[in-house]
T-cell receptor, first 111, second 115 residues
Framework: KQEVTQIPAALSVPEGENLVLNCSFT??????LQWFRQDPGKGLTSLLL?????REQTSGRLNASLDKSSGRSTLYIAASQPGDSATYLC??????????FGTGTRLKVLA | ETGVTQTPRHLVMGMTNKKSLKCEQH?????MYWYKQSAKKPLELMFV???????ENNSVPSRFSPECPNSSHLFLHLHTLQPEDSALYLC??????????????FGQGTRLTVV
């Protein structure tokens, strides 16, 4: 059974820091991995999708890597800003129509 | 704006009420999903529809009844709910459901409170 874990559960950093969020999964048989952002009480916004054959994807200040063999992905946020404060979720596409989510990392960037 | 619209955004209902949640996607996708998000828990998949056909029912109680009249619309009919059903209900869509390029898009959710 696929399980997704995100560490840390919460993170508070001063503005300008570079930071890394971690996501691990137990079964390497995945189609892809997505990183999402969720603001309080809101829906999920897709940030990056990494296909199973890819190693990383970049969008602006965000860089996501995938090491399928070890069951790990990281989301790197460069030069963090207060507007980056949100909960970040990773999800693996573990089968047809099956997205398995982690519990998220709640990020707070202090001005 | 993700292309997936949910209404209402907030809903308060009594345990004897009947209400419905609505989801509409403007992305031309063929698959639509209902997820439940409770505090401190991962998103839980409830139902999946592909081309209007239900492909997944994740052991959801019968007080939740989904309906998918076409590939663009998805409903979740609610009746005789319990207070523990209070949560954020999220709708999602995707084009296909299993390829490496399959990307899920989510709506803003409906915050449901059962009193």
């Amino acid at each position: 059974k696929q399980e997704v874990t995100q560490i840390p559960a919460a993170l508070s950093v001063p503005e300008g820091e570079n930071l890394v969020l971690n996501c691990s999964f137990t079964d390497s048989a995945i189609y892809n991995l997505q990183w999402f952002r969720q603001d309080p009480g809101k829906g999920l916004t897709s940030l990056l999708l990494i296909q199973s054959s890819q190693r990383e994807q970049t969008s602006g200040r965000l860089n996501a890597s995938l090491d399928k063999s070890s069951g790990r992905s990281t989301l790197y946020i460069a030069a963090s800003q207060p507007g980056d404060s949100a909960t970040y979720l990773c999800a693996v596409a573990a089968g047809t129509y099956k997205y398995i989510f982690g519990t998220g990392t709640r990020l707070k960037v202090l001005a | 704006e993700t292309g997936v619209t949910q209404t209402p955004r907030h809903l308060v209902m009594g345990m004897t009420n009947k209400k419905s949640l609505k989801c509409e996607q403007h992305l031309g996708h063929n698959a639509m999903y209902w997820y439940k998000q409770s505090a401190k828990k991962p998103l839980e998949l409830m139902f999946v529809y592909n081309f209007k056909e239900q492909t997944e029912n994740n052991s959801v109680p019968s007080r939740f009844s989904p309906e998918c009249p076409n590939s663009s619309h998805l409903f979740l009919h609610l009746h005789t709910l319990q207070p523990e059903d209070s949560a954020l209900y999220l709708c999602a869509s995707s084009q296909g459901g299993g390829g490496p390029n399959t990307e899920a898009f989510f709506g803003q959710g409906t915050r449901l409170t059962v009193v």
